[in-house]
């Protein structure tokens, strides 16, 4: 069974930093993008950041490049999201997911995410 | 950049069939899927490739893609079918639209 199991999340100052980490099980990490979707209260999904496989490639979405960056250890199973310079529209719940494997860029598996606060 | 518009909410009796429509630019052209997400969960995928549903999804659940418009429909709508439904694709970056909130009446 595949599992995603975020944690990392928190309150933190606007100009803070954060580290996410999401945990991986029940499949072969290293033959997946993967990627962090997040969801503001209230509102809508928002595609954050994606990895391939061997961290060879990134992508981000325009709001956070510059201040968060996407890595993963495949020793690990591991996927992580580095947030600097946090700022009040950052707070929201973090999804770590998987892609699925046919073509299409569909997100197959979705972690319980993990809560992001960013407040004085 | 690319958008995907839904309506914010869709309305349905019990037994009933919803439709729920995403409409962007030759988004026929591109794969659509559709997420499900119930308040305080996280979202799960119900329609991938347009019109495929992934293991464990009721066969009620489908989806078609032509021109600028992806529907997901739900044939004999249940109760436990009322939640936020949201569609994605892909245009040099992964897109969703804002979300559709059905209502089982």
């Not at chain 1, 803070?16 to 993008?33: E, H, K, P, Q």
């Not at chain 1, 009040?88 to 197959?108: H, I, L, P, S």
């Not at chain 2, 690319?2 to 591109?30: F, H, M, N, R, W």
């Amino acid at each position: 069974e595949v599992q995603l199991v975020e944690s990392g999340g928190g309150l933190v100052q606007p100009g803070g930093s954060l580290r996410l980490s999401c945990a991986a099980s029940g499949f072969t990490f290293s033959s997946y993008w993967m990627s962090w979707v997040r969801q503001a209260p209230g509102k809508g999904l928002e595609w954050v950041a994606n990895i391939k496989q061997d961290g060879s490639e990134k992508y981000y979405v325009d709001s956070v490049k510059g201040r968060f960056t996407i890595s993963r250890d495949n020793a690990k199973n591991s996927l992580y999201l580095q947030m600097n310079s946090l700022r009040a529209e950052d707070t929201a719940v973090y999804y770590c997911a998987r892609r699925g494997a046919a073509a299409g860029n569909y997100f197959q598996h979705w972690g319980q995410g993990t809560l992001v606060t960013v407040s004085s | 950049s690319y958008e995907l518009t839904q309506p914010p909410s869709v309305s349905v009796s019990p037994g009933q069939t919803a439709s729920i429509t995403c409409s962007g630019d030759k988004l026929g052209d591109k794969y659509a899927c559709w997420y499900q997400q119930k308040p305080g969960q996280s979202p799960v995928l119900v329609i991938y490739q347009d019109s495929k549903r992934p293991s464990g999804i009721p066969e009620r659940f489908s989806g078609s893609n032509s021109g600028n418009t992806a529907t997901l429909t739900i044939s004999g709508t249940q109760a436990m079918d009322e939640a936020d439904y949201y569609c994605q694709a892909w245009d040099r970056a992964v897109v969703f639209g804002g979300g559709t909130k059905l209502t089982v009446l």
